[in-house]
């Protein structure tokens, strides 16, 4: 593996000369750069699985819909990790990025609070599939199919996981009565399979939902087996 190292150097004096060389990557770097894809793959590929046994329709054209749509909302988070590049993503501004859509729909029904935290680019691309999935079904069975309903997002660090621990509240209020499903929920699934070793307490209040996630943002990802 190399890559192009560029740079300019005087030429007797009388001008600059550019010049081009191949620098090799350390096998140390490429390892790490190898051990991330896979992780990122094996996660990528846990989440999708989960979308294709938990989208629920009448019909083989609803269900291409609403799995086309889950993934559309997969590849939306890529691209914001994408454009953070090696940087770590604000907290605030995925959220915003994640709920802006439904915002446009229900001004002033979403709320967001809390300090600014930013995230390695793992965690918030499961974050940014699990809200979107909350707001989804807040828009389509839950507090904002009600005028007067509204959602409370706010988050805060957390003294667990060694202090490095993050705490988010999902809140729904002012909807429609809520019932407890019967079987386990995708929610559920999902945050479990997007990342692993979070807490998460589903608390179907009958007046409106609740979902709290406690993060350890000092969780480092890893990937089993050698790599080939």
């Not at 350390?26 to 979308?51: G, Y």
């Not at 965690?123 to 959602?151: C, D, F, R």
Request: include cysteine.
């Amino acid at each position: 593996m190399r890559h192009t190292v560029t740079g300019s150097f005087r030429d007797d004096g009388s001008g600059c000369a550019h010049f081009e060389r191949i620098a090799p990557i350390r096998d140390d770097e490429l390892e790490l750069v190898v051990r991330e894809l896979q992780h990122r793959m094996r996660n990528i590929l846990s989440v999708v699985l989960c979308f294709v046994n938990n989208t629920d329709a009448n019909t083989t054209a609803d269900f291409r819909e609403a799995l086309s749509a889950r993934i559309a909302t997969l590849s939306d988070a890529y691209r914001m990790i994408e454009s953070a590049g090696a940087q770590r993503v604000s907290l605030a501004a995925m959220l915003e990025r994640t709920l802006k859509p439904h915002a446009m729909l229900h001004k002033g029904r979403i709320l967001l609070a809390g300090p600014d935290l930013t995230l390695e680019p793992h965690i918030a691309l499961a974050l940014h599939v699990i809200i979107h999935e909350l707001a989804t079904n807040a828009s389509k069975y839950g507090a904002l199919t009600s005028t007067a309903g509204a959602v409370d997002v706010i988050w805060e660090s957390s003294p667990y996981f060694g202090g490095q621990g993050l705490a988010i509240q999902w809140r729904e209020r002012g909807g429609p009565i809520v019932t407890k499903p019967e079987r386990r929920g995708f929610g559920t699934q999902l945050i479990a399979r997007a990342l692993p070793g979070a807490q998460v307490d589903l608390d179907f209040a009958r007046d409106g939902l609740v979902c709290r996630l406690l993060i350890d943002l000092g969780r480092t990802p890893t990937t089993q087996g050698p790599v080939s």
